[in-house]
């Protein structure tokens, strides 16, 4: 009994302790302008997302004037700061709103291809044989299909909604972070701290979930990162392709679609969500550029 | 050496299997929703329904189909697309084709400037060239292939007026219209390969024999030429054969845009209108497409490289 009370606070002051880790490699940043760049890129955008409701002047869903270049004034008050789109909606105001779309669904993405990816790989990894073949084997399928190819038909038979776009993102991402966690966990299992508490008694789950994960997140830290950038990519290509989330809301690689056709006369109505979209993931790609420096420093 | 082809291959075949079990189950099976429907549509009656799934063969079992249905593959009876109204094989085989070209130009112009920069950010680590490469590499691998498709055709459609903005070649095969699509890839794709070919570079040059060179005195060009590149250069031969995975997903996008008659657009084509036999045949493909390549990087990457293929 008395070793379960030593156990549930442990983690709460181990967590305490790598929290203010956390905050000083981020405080780390400074030394690398490159993680500088990123870092301030992608606040910028997370700036964007919480203050939507305050930036953005206008509706992103009603009609107000259609085909407004931009800087013009609208008639009832406003100035379309980005122009309007083909249907009269304010463009800066969708792509305000839409940064909202992208940095909720980015995420839930990551995180549940995440958790799918660290259970599969602590598994794989712990405890081999037969497990880690069958894992592995499946990863490798799975990795072999081109990955556009596989959320086209994933898609194509499940649908376009914003859950099925986490769910093809999770078949399609896991398996590359269960590799990665593999790997590391192939490294980790025979170290000391792992063999006692395996001599503890600590049930296997507890091992992974305590010992191994933990000391296994620097890399899986930047690549974290990387795979943000790329399920924003992901996200937007489908929009861009017709299969991301279904219409009005405002979504960036959406916007690029429905106004495409027009960007010969109007070519701001695809401009401006372009540089939104590649703005974020150069972000993201910059910060993981930084810490990877600076993890490789010390 | 043989043992191992012989083992990719097997595990070529297994793939292809699982990967043709996998689509069939989500394409042809009622685990996604009834395939009458989606052929038919929304608004066709059960009557229909029934009366297709009853010529189409869909009420035998799952298990007597699938044999049936692979059996047909292998023997090249690839069924009828609804949308073009032909045999699948008929509207592929020319798609194929045409992304070929398109592959095969994105890979001539790709593959020399991504070595090139790669080796001489590689060359010399953490100098001022070398950040700079990387960065400029993060920059073009962090715009989306739509969204450069959309930059370059501001400035060389739009802008300059130089280069034609659809690429469908109505009037007969042109160059100047391969021109935006092969930039729109080669731009996204070269970064990582850069980025590899430079850790490979890199790697190599902190090895003993290339001190040894550099001490004996040989000049600097000689050493990189003769002794730094040919190790150099192995992993990323690796590197450029999963490309062609890569390649496959970018082409998709960079097709749709610029309205090429391309197999990627195809893909895209059969999904939207729901021709499943055209989807199935066309994702096997590409799937095939993958899994060779993988399987000849992996057997190209021990035959190239003396240290495994001789232990």
């Keep these: 009994m008395s070793t379960t009370a030593t156990t549930t606070q442990m983690p709460s002051a181990g967590y305490g302790a790598a929290l203010w880790r956390a905050l000083k490699s981020f405080g780390l940043l400074r030394e690398s302008w490159v993680g500088m760049v990123g870092a ?4 910028f955008w997370v700036m964007v997302a919480i203050l939507a409701p305050l930036i953005a002047t206008f509706d992103p869903n009603s009609s107000i004037q259609p085909f407004a270049k931009p800087g013009m004034v609208a008639a009832k008050g406003g100035t379309f700061w980005l122009g309007t789109d083909h249907i009269g909606r304010d463009i800066l105001s969708r792509i305000v709103w839409g940064s909202r779309t992208v940095l909720i669904y980015a995420p839930l993405a990551t995180i549940s291809a995440y958790t799918v990816g660290i259970l599969m790989g602590l598994l794989a990894g712990y405890r081999r044989g037969w ?7 499946l990863a490798d399928i799975i990795l072999s299909f081109p990955v556009l190819v596989l959320y086209i038909i994933i898609i194509a038979t499940i649908g376009a909604s914003g859950i099925n776009i986490i769910i093809a993102i999770t078949f399609a991402s896991s398996p590359g972070i269960m590799r990665i966690v593999r790997g590391l966990v192939l490294d980790l299992r025979n170290r000391d701290y792992v063999a006692a508490a395996q001599t503890r008694g600590e049930s296997d789950w507890k091992v ?9 997140r620097g890399p899986l830290i930047v690549d974290a990162c990387l795979r943000l950038g790329y399920v924003i990519i992901t996200i937007g290509v489908l929009g861009f392709l017709g299969l991301g989330l279904p219409p009005p809301d405002p979504d960036w690689g959406g916007m690029v679609n429905e106004t495409r056709q027009m960007a010969m006369a109007f070519p701001h109505m695809t401009l401006f969500p372009c540089i939104a979209i590649s703005s974020l993931i150069l972000g ?13 420093r010390d | 050496m043989v043992t191992l082809v012989i083992k990719r291959i097997g595990f070529m075949i297994f793939t292809m299997i699982i990967v043709s079990l996998i689509l069939f189950l989500l394409l042809e099976t009622e685990l996604t929703g009834d395939p009458a429907a989606r052929v038919l549509g929304q608004f066709s009656n059960e009557e229909q329904r029934e009366l297709w799934r009853e010529q189409h063969g869909y009420n035998q079992p799952v298990m007597v189909r699938y044999v049936k249905w692979l059996g047909n593959f292998a023997t090249g009876d690839l069924g009828e697309s609804i949308r073009f109204k032909g045999p699948v094989a008929d509207v592929m085989l020319p798609r194929l084709w045409n992304t070929a070209i398109l592959g095969f130009w994105t890979f001539a112009i790709m593959i020399p400037l991504s070595l090139t920069l790669g080796v001489l950010s590689g060359m010399r680590e953490g100098s001022m060239l070398d950040r700079s490469i990387s960065v400029f590499g993060i920059l073009t691998t962090s715009v989306p292939e739509f969204a450069s498709a959309v930059f370059f055709s501001a400035l060389f459609v739009f802008g300059l007026k130089w280069l034609p903005g659809t690429s469908s070649m109505s009037g007969g095969f042109e160059f100047r219209q391969l021109i935006l699509p092969v930039m729109v890839l080669v731009v996204y794709d070269f970064g990582y390969v850069a980025r590899m070919t430079r850790a490979s570079m890199a790697e190599v040059m902190t090895s003993q024999y290339i001190r040894t060179a550099v001490l004996k005195g040989l000049p600097y060009k000689s050493v990189i030429v003769k002794h730094a590149l040919r190790n150099a250069l192995i992993a990323p031969f ?4 999963l490309q ?5 997903s970018g082409v998709i996008v960079v097709e749709f845009f610029f309205a090429y008659k391309g197999f990627g ?28 390549t993988q399987t000849l990087a992996d057997i190209g990457y021990t035959f190239l490289n003396p240290r495994i293929r001789f232990s």
């Design chain 1, 40 to 43: 301030f890129l992608v606040l």
């Design chain 1, 131 to 137: 497990v880690d073949d069958v894992l592995s084997r």
């Design chain 1, 208 to 216: 992974m979930l305590v010992e191994i994960l933990p000391n296994a």
């Design chain 1, 284 to 296: 993201f790609n910059l910060l993981a550029d930084g810490l990877r420096e600076i993890s490789l």
């Design chain 2, 238 to 241: 690796t590197v450029i054969m």
């Design chain 2, 244 to 248: 062609i995975n890569w390649l496959l």
């Design chain 2, 265 to 292: 657009a195809l893909i895209l084509e059969a999904s939207l209108n729901n021709d499943i036999a055209l989807l199935e045949a066309c994702a096997m493909v590409a799937v095939f497409v993958a899994v060779a």
